[in-house]
C-alpha cells in the first residue's frame, strides 16, 4: 500500500511465454484507486501481452494477477469483465455496422437482461429498458462529444478515427468498472485529435472518481501529461518505474529506446 | 405528409407484387414466365433508379405492422386465388416451409455467424420423425411437428459441441460432414426405409382430414392443399415474427457481437457458447417443424430429398435474400422455389444456376437482394 490509497491491481511475477518467447517476464506492477498508470516500451515489449493475460485472452504461464484482492489469474475474459475490468483495443475494434448504441450496449452487457422469454414476450418492459439504457448511454457520450450523442442511431462506419475512439471509451466505461485499460489510444491519430483525446481521458479521471486507468501508448507527449506514474518494459522485463520524469531521464530507458553504441 | 405518400407507393407497391405473384403461379408457358422475369428486372431497376424503392422501404420502416398486415392480406388474396388448383398450392405451401427452414437458418448464420451446411439434414430429421411417428402413434399432428422441431434441436445440440471447440472454416466443416453423414445413415438404415424411403400419413386433427378435399355444399370443392397452405402460413408467420423479435432484442444484440468479432464479444462478458447454442437450436428447431409438415403434405420421404445440394440451395435461399434480413428471405424462398418449378428447361441445371447466381451476388451485392437495415428495436424508434 503506497500513500494510504487502496490498491486496485497488482501483477506479481507475472509470465507468459509464447513457445520459446519470453513475452513477459517475471513483471511486477501496481495499481492504486484513481491513479492513472501509463505502460510503455519499445514494439514487441509486452505491453499489450500484458492486457491480453489480464482480461483473459491469454493464459498465463506463471505469477499472478490480483484484483481488488480477489486472484483473478487465468480467469475467462467474462470472469474478469464481471468483476469490473473494462478495455479498449489496439486497433479500434468497434463493430462497424452496428450503431453507436448497439456498441456502447455491448459494454453494458452484464446489466441487460438476457432471459429469452424476457427478450421474445415481454416487449412492453424491453422497451422501457431499452429507453433507460438509451437515455444512460446517451448521457455517457454527451460527456465526450454532444454532437455524438445526437447520432447515436447512426452505423459507427460514418465516423472518423477520434469519434470511434470515443465511442470505444465510452463502451468500456458504461458497466462503471474499476479499471479502464486503454491500449494505443491514439494510435492512427493527428496531432490534434491526439491533443483532445487527452481532454476526454483527463475528464474521465475528473468525472469518475476511484476509476484507475492503465495506459499503453507510444506518444510521449501524453503519458506526460495524463500518468501519475510509469512503468517500463523492455523485451518483457520492467526496466524502470517512477513518474515520467524520473523514468524519461533513465539512463536504461534511453538505451531501451534509443539503442546502446 | 411524406410518408402517408409512402404508404400509398408502398401499398401499390405491394397490389402489383401479388398480382405480378399469381400471374406468375398461374401462366403455364416458358416464353410467357421468361417475358415476366424481365418485365419484373426492369421494374427494379426503374424503381431503384426512381428512388421509388427507398420510398417504399419507408414505408415498411415508419408504419411496419399496417404493410406487414397489408402483405399478408395480399399472401391470403393468392392463396385463395389458387384454392382449386392442387400443383399452385404445392408450391406456395412449398415456399412458405422452406422459408421458415431459411428464417431459422438466418438466425444461426445471419445474425451468429453459425455456418450450417446440414440444413437440409435437420429439415430431414424433421420429416423422418413426422413419418415415424405418424406410423407408429396415434399422436396428434401439430404435437408431431412440436416434436419434429424439438428432434431437429436436439440432436442440433450435439452436433454443437465438436462445432464449438472448432472456429471459422472448421465449425462448418463439421457440418457438411454431418449432412452427408445424415444422408448415408438413411441410406443404409432399413427401419427407416432405407434408400427407398417412408410412407408419410397426413394430418389430422379433431377428425378433420387434412388429404381431402374441402367440400362446401355441392358446388364449392377446395384442394386438401389449402389446409397445408394454412398450417405452413401460420409456421412461417411466427418464425418471421420470432426471427424479427430475436434481433430486436439484447438477444440479438449478443448474436451481432458474437458474429461480427468474439474477442471483443468475450471481453464485455458476452458467453459465446450459450449465444452460438441458443441460435443454433433456435434456428434448427424451425427447420424441424417445417419439415415435418413438409413430410406430411407430400406424403412420402426419401434420403435423396436431404442430400447436401439441398443444404445448398437453402443457404443460398439466405445468401440471396441477404443476410439476417426476413423480408429478404420471403423474396428469395419465392425466386429459389418457384423459378425451377415454372421454368423446366432449367430444372435440371438448377443447382449450376443457384451456385452461379450465389457467385454473382456475393460478388456484387454481397448484402443480398433485400440489405438488412440497422437495428431499430421497436418499429419507428428513433432514440
Redesign the interface.
Known amino acids: 500500500m503506497t500513500k494510504g490509497h487502496d490498491k486496485v491491481l497488482a501483477f506479481r511475477g507475472l509470465t507468459k511465454r509464447f513457445g520459446g518467447v519470453v513475452a513477459l517476464d517475471h513483471f511486477d506492477m501496481e495499481v492504486d484507486e484513481g491513479q492513472i498508470m501509463g505502460l510503455i516500451g519499445p514494439n514487441g515489449s509486452g505491453k499489450t501481452t500484458s492486457f491480453n493475460v489480464l ?3 491469454y493464459e498465463a504461464t506463471g505469477g499472478t494477477i490480483e484484483f481488488l484482492g480477489q486472484d483473478i489469474t487465468n480467469w ?3 470472469k474478469v ?2 468483476a469490473g475490468v ?2 479498449t ?1 489496439q486497433r479500434s ?1 468497434l ?1 462497424v ?3 453507436i ?2 456498441n456502447i ?3 453494458n ?2 446489466n ?3 432471459g ?1 422469454m424476457y ?2 414476450f415481454q ?1 412492453k418492459a ?2 422501457r429498458d ?1 429507453q433507460e439504457s ?1 437515455e444512460q448511454a ?1 448521457e455517457l457520450m454527451a460527456i465526450f462529444n454532444p454532437p455524438l450523442a445526437g447520432r ?2 447512426e ?1 459507427v462506419r460514418n465516423f472518423g478515427m477520434i469519434d470511434r475512439r470515443r465511442i470505444e471509451i465510452c ?1 468500456a466505461l458504461i ?1 462503471h468498472p474499476r479499471l479502464l485499460l486503454l491500449d494505443e489510444p491514439s494510435a492512427g491519430m493527428t496531432e490534434d485529435e491526439t491533443r483532445q483525446l487527452m481532454d476526454d481521458i483527463l475528464v474521465v479521471r475528473d468525472k469518475i472518481k476511484g476509476l484507475s486507468i492503465i495506459l499503453v501508448e507510444h506518444e510521449m507527449g501524453m503519458i506526460e501529461r495524463v500518468t501519475d506514474r510509469c512503468v517500463v518494459l523492455n523485451f518483457g522485463q520492467k526496466i524502470c518505474e517512477g513518474a515520467y520524469r524520473e523514468v524519461a531521464s533513465d539512463k536504461l530507458v534511453q538505451e531501451a529506446y534509443l539503442g546502446v553504441e | 405528409m411524406d410518408t402517408s405518400k409512402d404508404m400509398l407507393i408502398g401499398l401499390v407497391a405491394i397490389v402489383l407484387g401479388s398480382i405480378f405473384t399469381i400471374t406468375f403461379i398461374a401462366i403455364e408457358s416458358e416464353t410467357g414466365i421468361i417475358g415476366l422475369i424481365a418485365l419484373s428486372g426492369a421494374a427494379v431497376v426503374l424503381a431503384s433508379r426512381t428512388g421509388i424503392s427507398e420510398r417504399i422501404s419507408n414505408a415498411f420502416s415508419s408504419n411496419e405492422s399496417m404493410m406487414n398486415s397489408a402483405v399478408l392480406v395480399a399472401v391470403l388474396v393468392i392463396i385463395f386465388w389458387f384454392r382449386e388448383d392442387h400443383f399452385s398450392l404445392l408450391m406456395i405451401a412449398t415456399v412458405m416451409l422452406y422459408l421458415t427452414a431459411c428464417l431459422g437458418l438466418n438466425i444461426q448464420l445471419g445474425y451468429t455467424g453459425v455456418v450450417n451446411f446440414s440444413g437440409a439434414a435437420f429439415f430431414g430429421i424433421g420429416c423422418y420423425t413426422a413419418a415415424v411417428l405418424n406410423q407408429n402413434t396415434g399422436l396428434s399432428p401439430l404435437i408431431v411437428l412440436v416434436i419434429g422441431g424439438i428432434m431437429a434441436a436436439l440432436i442440433g445440440s450435439i452436433l454443437i459441441l465438436p462445432m464449438l471447440r472448432t472456429r471459422g472454416h472448421y465449425a462448418a466443416v463439421v457440418t457438411i460432414a454431418f449432412a452427408i453423414l445424415f444422408k448415408t445413415f438413411l441410406e443404409v438404415n432399413d427401419t427407416l426405409g432405407g434408400a427407398q424411403g417412408l410412407k408419410v400419413p397426413g394430418m389430422e386433427i379433431l377428425g378433420w382430414d387434412f388429404n381431402s378435399n374441402i367440400e362446401i355444399g355441392d358446388e364449392i370443392e377446395l384442394s386438401f392443399y389449402l389446409n397445408y397452405v394454412a398450417i405452413a402460413l401460420v409456421l412461417s408467420v411466427l418464425a418471421f415474427i ?1 426471427m424479427r ?2 434481433e430486436r ?3 440479438g ?2 448474436l ?2 458474437v458474429r ?2 468474439e ?9 459465446i457458447k450459450r449465444w452460438k447454442v ?1 441460435a443454433f437450436t433456435m434456428g434448427n428447431f424451425l427447420i424441424g417443424m417445417s419439415g415435418a409438415v413438409f413430410a406430411m403434405m407430400l406424403g412420402f420421404i426419401a434420403p435423396s430429398n436431404f442430400a447436401f445440394s439441398d443444404s445448398l440451395m437453402l443457404l443460398s435461399i439466405v445468401l440471396l435474400g441477404g443476410m439476417g434480413s426476413p423480408w429478404g428471405t420471403v423474396v428469395a424462398a419465392g425466386l429459389v422455389i418457384l423459378l425451377p418449378e415454372k421454368l423446366q428447361v432449367i430444372q435440371e441445371y438448377r443447382f449450376l444456376l443457384f451456385a452461379v447466381v450465389v457467385i454473382l451476388i456475393l460478388v456484387f451485392k454481397p448484402q443480398g437482394l433485400l440489405p438488412r437495415g ?2 431499430a ?2 418499429p419507428g ?3
Open positions: 482480461t483473459g485472452i475467462t475474459a467474462q469483465c464481471e473494462a478495455r483495443f475494434r463493430c455496422e452496428l450503431s448504441f448497439d450496449m455491448i459494454g452487457h452484464q441487460l437482461n438476457h429469452l427478450n421474445i416487449r424491453l422497451k431499452l438509451f446517451k447515436m442511431m452505423p463502451r458497466s | 420470432l423479435r430475436v432484442s439484447w438477444i444484440l449478443n451481432d457481437a461480427l468479432d474477442t471483443v464479444a468475450a471481453c464485455f462478458g458476452i458467453s441458443t440497422l437495428r428495436y421497436i424508434w428513433r432514440g
